[in-house]
């Protein structure tokens, strides 16, 4: 369960990181810049817990899916950027395989 635990905070701190790499502004800002390659340090650091008991697979599946749908809808809801219906279905299908893959997961 511990790993789990890892893992979504890996994922919380990979969103943070992305969502500062946009306000870095291609690096030009320091204090955006220093605060993204920070968090993304500690997300791998929480990854690499995570991967001493879910299997690399399923833990890089969840990670990548559910950063990936948090950072679209951190960037629609606050950003401003566009969200399509079609957008939106395809965010929920990787949602509903991030939880199908934490229903099926081994670890112990």
């Known amino acids: 369960m511990l790993a789990w635990v890892y893992l979504f905070i890996a994922i919380s701190l990979e969103v ?3 969502i ?6 291609g690096f030009t800002d320091w204090r955006f ?7 993304y340090g500690l997300s791998f650091w ?10 690399v697979g ?8 559910l950063g990936t749908a948090s950072v679209a809808l951190i960037g629609w809801l606050f950003l401003k950027e566009p969200m399509t219906a079609v957008k939106a279905v ?3 299908m ?3 395989g991030v939880v199908g893959l934490k229903t099926i997961s081994t670890e112990s």
């Open 90 to 92: 395809l965010l929920l």
């Open 16 to 18: 943070i990181g992305t």
């Open 20 to 25: 500062s790499l946009k306000f870095s502004d």
């Open 94 to 96: 990787i949602i509903g």
């Open 58 to 65: 399923t833990a890089y599946a969840v990670w990548a899916g």
């Open 46 to 55: 929480f990854l690499s817990m995570t991967l001493r008991i879910i299997p």
């Open 33 to 39: 810049t220093v605060l993204s390659l920070g968090v």
